[in-house]
């Protein structure tokens, strides 16, 4: 099979052309930061608190930062719940897949942090609540 440069070429000038008038009506300008430049919280501020809890999403707010980075899994009954990996073992005193437990079952699991504090795994809306008019927000699924 002969790949034909004119035709290649063309189909990259193509995209080239259409790619910033595109991103131009999708892409709204970024909110603006307190700092120099923009500072993500991955996972929240998570060196003290558990990751992805709401603990660390105040001390994210508390420390300034600009977003928050936040990991959504699906629990079993189909609620979005704040969690990195799919399972929950090493991170919670339980052991197995989050889509296998339903919400109420992933709530009484115990996030430690490493100050002793004990938290819960947070569910979507109440990171909504936490973060609205404080922090902008990044999701990953």
Same mark, same amino acid.
């Given at each position: 099979m002969s790949i034909n440069i004119k035709q290649v070429s063309l189909g990259i000038l193509f995209i080239s052309l259409c790619t910033p008038a595109f991103s131009q009506q999708v892409m709204k300008p970024l909110p603006k930061s307190k700092n120099a430049f923009i500072? =993500?919280?991955?996972?929240? &501020?998570?060196?003290?608190?558990?990751?992805?809890?709401?603990? &660390?999403?105040?001390?994210?707010?508390?420390? !300034?930062?600009?977003?928050?980075? *936040?990991?959504?899994?699906t629990t079993k009954d189909g609620h979005l719940v704040l969690l990195h990996n799919d399972r929950v073992d090493g991170l &919670?005193?339980? +052991?197995?897949? =989050?889509?296998?437990?339903?919400?109420?079952?992933?709530?009484? *699991? =115990?996030? +430690?942090? +490493?100050? !002793?504090?004990?938290h819960q795994i947070a569910s979507f809306e109440e990171a909504l609540r936490a973060c609205k008019g404080k922090i902008n927000i990044y999701f990953e699924f």
């Amino acid at each position: 099979m002969s790949i034909n440069i004119k035709q290649v070429s063309l189909g990259i000038l193509f995209i080239s052309l259409c790619t910033p008038a595109f991103s131009q009506q999708v892409m709204k300008p970024l909110p603006k930061s307190k700092n120099a430049f923009i500072v =993500i919280a991955h996972r929240g &501020s998570h060196l003290i608190k558990p990751e992805n809890t709401i603990a &660390s999403i105040t001390e994210a707010i508390d420390l !300034g930062a600009d977003y928050v980075e *936040l990991d959504l899994r699906t629990t079993k009954d189909g609620h979005l719940v704040l969690l990195h990996n799919d399972r929950v073992d090493g991170l &919670s005193n339980g +052991k197995g897949l =989050i889509k296998d437990l339903d919400f109420e079952a992933a709530r009484q *699991l =115990i996030l +430690k942090g +490493k100050d !002793g504090s004990l938290h819960q795994i947070a569910s979507f809306e109440e990171a909504l609540r936490a973060c609205k008019g404080k922090i902008n927000i990044y999701f990953e699924f």
